[in-house]
């Protein structure tokens, strides 16, 4: 089965705090993953993917087969990165399945 | 255009009315796909488009569902006969080419209220 887990429906930490934001997947096969996200009153939005390896406002996220995870970290959080957070996974023919999401809430 | 275009924004209709929902994807994408939004469901995969064809329709929930595109552009989201439970936001998205290696650009979706 392909399937997103994220455990964590709210995560809430203070500015200047490290962030990790937990994402779990079931694939068999190369899996591609993503992180998007959605500011308030925003459309959703890609932030990253793991096949570039990239780091995007300060966001990492690396993938690791054997623990099947995509976790996405932040060193030190700002209250601009508050936000709903989704992990995906690239199912068959292109589409993909997202996880129930994260709200993050980074406190002054 | 410049982004994908969603209409309506909103939309309240009472139960057992018919409803289209509309997406305009960015020119020259060739996938097509929509999703539900619920609280606490996060994204639901209804559909996917590549041109004018659906080569995955597994995620819509009933009969009462149909889309369609057309011209490989615009495609309608129809919900038939709605319930309350169709509630939703109802996103839309558009890729260039059909494995959606970059990732999805999404419309700012329709928020469909049933009463």
């Known amino acids: 089965a392909q399937r997103v887990t994220q455990p964590e429906k709210l995560l809430s930490v203070f500015k200047g705090a490290p962030v990790e934001l937990k994402c779990n997947y079931s694939y068999s096969g190369s899996p591609e993953l993503f992180w998007y996200v959605q500011y308030s009153r925003q459309r959703l939005q890609l932030l990253l993917r793991?096949?570039s390896r990239e780091s995007i406002k300060g966001f990492t996220a690396d993938l690791n087969k054997g623990e099947t995870s995509f976790h996405l970290k932040k060193p030190f959080a700002q209250e601009e990165d508050s936000a709903m957070y989704y992990c995906a996974l690239k199912g068959q023919g292109g589409k993909l399945i997202f996880g129930q999401g994260t709200e993050l809430s980074v406190k002054p | 255009g410049a982004g994908v275009s969603q209409s309506p924004s909103n939309k309240v209709t009472e139960k057992g009315k018919d409803v289209e929902l509309r997406c305009d994807p960015i020119s020259g994408h060739t996938a097509l796909y929509w999703y539900r939004q619920s609280l606490g469901q996060g994204l639901e995969f209804l559909i996917y488009f590549q041109g004018n064809s659906a080569p995955d329709k597994s995620g819509l929930p009933s009969d009462r569902f149909s889309a369609e595109r057309t011209g490989g552009s615009v495609s309608t989201l129809t919900i038939q006969r709605t319930q309350q439970e169709d509630s939703a936001v109802y996103l839309c998205?558009?890729?260039?080419?059909?494995?959606?290696?970059?990732?999805?650009?999404f419309g700012s979706g329709t928020r469909l209220t049933v009463v």
């Open positions: 793991h096949i």
């Open positions: 998205a558009s890729s260039l080419g059909g494995q959606g290696a970059y990732g999805y650009t």
